[in-house]
């Protein structure tokens, strides 16, 4: 059964940082973070895709761009958020597909590709 456990979640001022962290039961090489805030839709926010050769491929949301970094180590993956803004704030899920999926939609920010999702860790950022 895949899991997919986030953590690193928290409660913060504008311009701080946190650094999320989700935990596979297995190595996913398709692998985003989305977030959900209450009354809207959840919105992809970064997702990776890793070839059979090594090579990384990554998609960033604008409104994150310059500010938020994926980044995977094995079965962990990560979420560098820098500058938050109170808008970041959200439940965070990560989430992961097939690598097919992966290379034939062009590393997708839209939830539907993706298969596995995790169960959140909330962020909340201060003004």
């Known amino acids: 059964q895949v899991q997919l456990a986030e953590s690193g979640g928290g409660s913060v001022q504008a311009g701080g940082a946190l650094r999320l962290s989700c935990a596979a039961s297995?190595?996913?090489?398709?692998m985003a973070w989305f977030r959900q805030a209450p009354g809207k839709e959840r919105e992809g926010v970064a997702a990776?895709?890793?070839?059979?050769?090594?090579?990384?491929k990554i998609h960033y949301a604008d409104a994150v761009k310059g500010r938020f970094t994926i980044s995977q180590d094995k079965r962990t993956v990560y979420l560098e958020m820098n500058n938050l803004k109170p808008e970041d704030s959200a439940m965070y899920y990560c989430?992961?597909?097939?690598?097919?999926?992966?290379?034939?939609?062009?590393?997708?920010?839209?939830?539907?590709?993706?298969?596995?999702w995790g169960q959140g860790t909330q962020v909340t950022v201060h003004s």
């Open positions: 297995t190595i996913y090489t398709c």
């Open positions: 989430a992961a597909g097939g690598s097919s999926m992966c290379r034939s939609q062009g590393v997708p920010l839209g939830a539907s590709g993706y298969d596995y």
């Open positions: 990776r895709h890793t070839s059979a050769g090594g090579g990384v």
